[in-house]
């Protein structure tokens, strides 16, 4: 199993920018699918984007193209860069991956194996 742990969460005001980390250790694998979802107190865990191991990028419809994943191989590590943030984007971020080559839906939940402990984004107005 892989252990992911996330980084660069904070408390920015509305329209500022965030760049979110995720680093990936534990095993060797050569390719590997990584993914971000949110969640706030009360509600379910939603899909933010996704970037497959073979460059595949998804994003919910909801960003309005505000937000980007990227990733470093070298150093099996995700990003999400965020831009324009709003208020309603507060929440705690989760980073999300998979050895598996091959999901349905790659904006699900249930795609993923791996899971970090999560970083907390608060966006004020």
């Known amino acids: 199993q892989m ?3 996330e980084s660069g969460g904070g ?12 680093a990936a250790s534990g095993r060797t694998v050569n390719r590997y699918s990584m993914a971000w979802f949110r969640q706030v107190p009360g509600k379910a ?11 595949e990028r998804y994003y919910s419809e ?5 937000f980007m994943i990227s ?3 070298s150093k099996n590590t995700a990003y999400l860069e965020m831009n324009r943030l709003k208020p309603e984007d507060t929440a705690l971020y989760f ?4 050895p598996s080559w ?5 904006t699900q939940r249930i795609a993923y194996d791996d899971w970090g402990q999560g970083t907390q984004v608060t966006v004020s107005s």
């Not at 909801?62 to 505000?66: A, D, P, T, V, Y």
């Not at 091959?102 to 790659?106: K, M």
């Open 95 to 98: 980073c999300a991956g998979t």
């Open 71 to 73: 990733r470093d191989t």
């Open 11 to 22: 408390s920015v005001q509305a329209g500022d920018s965030l760049r979110l980390s995720c």
């Open 102 to 106: 091959y999901r349905v839906d790659w």
């Open 45 to 55: 865990r939603t899909f933010v984007a996704a970037m497959t191991w073979s460059g």
């Open 3 to 5: 252990q992911l742990v």
């Open 62 to 66: 909801s960003l309005e193209g505000r």
